[in-house]
């Protein structure tokens, strides 16, 4: 029901219903929180979404699951509060493919393009976790509206070395490559 509500748009009616679920000593699983953390997300209501946050903490029901631990970076992304995405990013036991995007994706609409570059490079080189399509479209489409200009890189020789990177890490689909 709850994941229903956020689905449909009705967000305020989500963050209710998960508050009368806990008051009446109902568990919520990974889904119920992430689509909370989705709905908190979408109304940039930060206290409430700190509110579920406290209560996933108390749960043993999420520990670990990168599903619920990427709605929560997003959540904290949405709501303008970077030091609380690192946090979350950094304690989050399990740092999947839509976690790392999510984290590169924020940090490009924010305007924070070199953040979002160098996550990309630690992402690739250091952890060694393979792209996917929408994780080369966010980086590129940061470096497209950044007005990035007299750096060390212009936006054109990133986008080459990111093509370049797909194609050699086999993700020759069509969707990078037209975006380069």
């Not at 409430?48 to 029901?61: I, P, Y």
């Not at 924020?106 to 080189?125: I, K, N, P, Y």
């Amino acid at each position: 029901m709850i994941s229903g509500c956020t689905c449909g748009g009705v967000e305020a009616q989500t963050v209710e219903m998960f508050g009368s679920m806990r008051a009446e000593g109902m568990r919520p699983d990974q889904f119920t929180f992430a689509s909370v953390l989705c709905a908190c997300a979408r109304l940039a209501a930060l206290e409430h979404g700190r509110r579920v946050h406290g209560v996933m903490v108390k749960s043993d029901v999420v520990a670990g699951n990168g599903f619920t631990n990427s709605a929560l970076v997003d959540m904290y992304l949405k709501c303008s509060c970077p030091q609380d995405v690192r946090r979350a990013f950094a304690s989050a036991p399990v740092r999947n493919i839509t976690m790392w995007t999510a984290v590169i994706s924020g940090h490009g609409q924010h305007g924070r393009v070199t953040e979002a570059l160098a996550l990309f490079d630690q992402m690739t080189r250091v952890d060694g976790l393979r792209p996917i399509d929408v994780t080369f479209l966010t980086v590129l489409s940061a470096c497209a509206h950044s007005g990035l200009g007299g750096g060390e890189i212009s936006p054109e020789e990133e986008n080459r070395s990111l093509g370049e990177r797909a194609c050699g890490r086999g993700k020759t689909g069509s969707t990078p490559q037209n975006a380069v």
